[in-house]
């Protein structure tokens, strides 16, 4: 059995790969490398460089890896830009994940797991949000995979196919051996962002926004840590493998950080005082996002490690330290991922 990864080239696709390799999994990856890097394809994992959208190609990769599971990560994920690229998004995220779908479906694969996102709910009115919750994106990026889900959902009522969707809320920090990391280039997640200030290779943090309906005016966001995810989509897999139903899963902790506590612990932890500034309101951006985890505690068994802001920056700012340049230019060296995949 071999478990295709789309985007395992990219930031959490890369976290998989390395739990499911960690578990004794085969993988192939597929990846465009348009955000991802081969560098995060560990050693001896297969990297097919192409687009998820290219159906012949998913066809081919399937059939010569004997694929019979997927991880779909492969997307554009940026809020602000599917707002001005509307179209884009709804090619790169929804219609490429048709393709996906049709070829996954011509050739027999059993099991799916696909990354949604809290963007899904929109402008929630309440605290924390269940699964059940309203579904009314309110910007490009949350329809886009809102129609994904559908489809899946869809495809897998119609086909034998076993599906779960995660709907990932803020996904921050770093492999605690120092495997992986966040290494999108221009990056705009917050806790990346204010680590790069706080090291020094960005002047300032712009806080988008400090008259929201909020405790200090700032968006709450659900920082999830990064394997802590991971880990959600193993236990996703086994839960299909055992027979279980089609479904879908919040992943978040079921508390909310404002823009400003993130900042705080990023001081905090780096002990650097870099200069933060007030911005407008960002196109798209809801003021909370808050997961109620009742369901993948309850049915997957999942419970995390890393559950600590403090914690997700130390793992983030060390993560960034090893690929920032230093103070003289220099770039710190990056232990190989293959060296440490096996220690
Ligand atoms: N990072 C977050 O906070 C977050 C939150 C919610 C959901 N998600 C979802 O998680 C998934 C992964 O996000 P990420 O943060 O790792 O982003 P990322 O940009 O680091 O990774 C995406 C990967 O997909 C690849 N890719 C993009 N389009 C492709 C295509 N057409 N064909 C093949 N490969 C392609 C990129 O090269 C990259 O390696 C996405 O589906 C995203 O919507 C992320
Ligand atoms: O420099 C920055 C960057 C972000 N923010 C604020 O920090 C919060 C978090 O912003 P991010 O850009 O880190 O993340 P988003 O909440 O916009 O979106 C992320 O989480 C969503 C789910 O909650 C989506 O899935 C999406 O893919 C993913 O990028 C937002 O209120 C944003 O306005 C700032 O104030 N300054």
Same mark, same amino acid.
């Given at each position: 059995?071999?478990?295709?990864?789309?985007?395992?080239?990219?930031?959490?696709?890369?976290?998989?790969?390395?739990?499911?390799?960690?578990?004794?999994?085969?993988?192939?990856?597929?990846?465009?490398?348009?955000?991802? *890097?081969?560098? #995060?394809?560990?050693? =001896?994992? @297969?990297?097919?460089?192409?687009?998820?959208? &290219? +159906?012949? /190609? !998913?066809?081919?990769?399937?059939?010569?890896?004997?694929?019979?599971?997927?991880?779909?990560?492969?997307?554009?994920?940026?809020?602000?830009?599917?707002?001005?690229?509307?179209?884009?998004?709804?090619?790169?995220?929804?219609?490429?994940?048709?393709?996906?779908?049709?070829?996954?479906?011509?050739?027999?694969?059993?099991?799916?797991?696909? *990354?949604?996102? #809290?963007?899904?709910? =929109?402008? @929630?009115?309440?605290?924390?949000?269940?699964? &059940? +919750?309203? /579904? !009314?994106?309110?910007?490009?990026?949350?329809?886009?995979?809102?129609?994904?889900?559908?489809?899946?959902?869809?495809?897998?009522?119609?086909?034998?196919?076993?599906?779960?969707?995660?709907?990932?809320?803020?996904?921050?920090?770093?492999?605690?051996?120092?495997?992986?990391?966040?290494?999108?280039?221009?990056?705009?997640?917050?806790?990346?962002?204010?680590?790069?200030?706080?090291? =020094?290779?960005?002047?300032?943090?712009?806080?988008?926004? &400090?008259?929201?309906?909020?405790?200090?005016?700032?968006?709450?966001?659900?920082?999830?840590?990064?394997?802590?995810?991971?880990?959600?989509?193993?236990?996703?897999?086994?839960?299909?493998?055992?027979?279980?139903?089609?479904?879908?899963?919040?992943?978040?902790?079921?508390?909310?950080?404002?823009?400003?506590?993130?900042?705080?612990?990023?001081?905090?932890?780096?002990?650097?005082?870099?200069?933060?500034?007030?911005?407008?309101?960002?196109?798209?951006?809801?003021?909370?996002?808050?997961?109620?985890?009742?369901?993948?505690?309850?049915?997957?068994?999942?419970?995390?490690?890393?559950?600590?802001?403090?914690?997700?920056?130390?793992?983030?700012?060390?993560?960034?330290?090893?690929?920032?340049?230093?103070?003289?230019?220099?770039?710190?060296?990056?232990?190989?991922?293959?060296?440490?995949?096996?220690?």
């Amino acid at each position: 059995m071999t478990i295709l990864v789309t985007g395992g080239a990219g930031y959490v696709g890369a976290h998989a790969v390395l739990a499911l390799l960690d578990a004794g999994e085969q993988v192939v990856v597929l990846d465009d490398l348009s955000t991802g *890097s081969r560098a #995060a394809v560990p050693d =001896g994992v @297969p990297l097919v460089v192409g687009d998820v959208g &290219d +159906a012949a /190609l !998913v066809s081919r990769t399937i059939a010569d890896h004997r694929v019979d599971e997927i991880m779909h990560f492969a997307a554009r994920i940026v809020v602000p830009e599917s707002v001005a690229d509307p179209l884009g998004y709804y090619e790169a995220n929804t219609m490429k994940t048709r393709a996906l779908l049709a070829a996954s479906v011509a050739a027999g694969v059993r099991r799916l797991v696909f *990354s949604s996102t #809290a963007a899904v709910y =929109g402008e @929630p009115a309440g605290s924390t949000l269940t699964e &059940d +919750a309203p /579904l !009314v994106p309110i910007n490009p990026y949350g329809r886009s995979k809102l129609m994904s889900e559908w489809m899946i959902a869809d495809a897998a009522r119609a086909h034998a196919l076993g599906y779960v969707v995660l709907r990932y809320f803020n996904v921050a920090g770093a492999d605690p051996k120092g495997r992986a990391g966040q290494s999108t280039p221009n990056a705009t997640h917050l806790v990346k962002v204010a680590c790069q200030a706080a090291l =020094g290779a960005r002047p300032e943090v712009a806080i988008y926004g &400090d008259d929201n309906p909020t405790r200090d005016g700032t968006c709450l966001r659900d920082y999830i840590q990064v394997s802590d995810l991971a880990e959600a989509h193993l236990s996703a897999l086994r839960h299909l493998r055992e027979g279980g139903d089609g479904a879908v899963f919040n992943c978040g902790y079921g508390r909310g950080a404002s823009v400003h506590e993130v900042i705080e612990a990023v001081k905090r932890v780096s002990g650097v005082d870099f200069p933060v500034r007030r911005a407008e309101r960002r196109a798209g951006d809801p003021a909370s996002l808050v997961a109620d985890t009742t369901r993948i505690r309850r049915v997957l068994g999942w419970s995390p490690r890393f559950a600590d802001l403090h914690t997700i920056v130390a793992q983030a700012l060390a993560w960034e330290r090893s690929v920032s340049p230093d103070a003289d230019g220099r770039t710190y060296a990056r232990a190989r991922i293959a060296a440490s995949v096996n220690a």
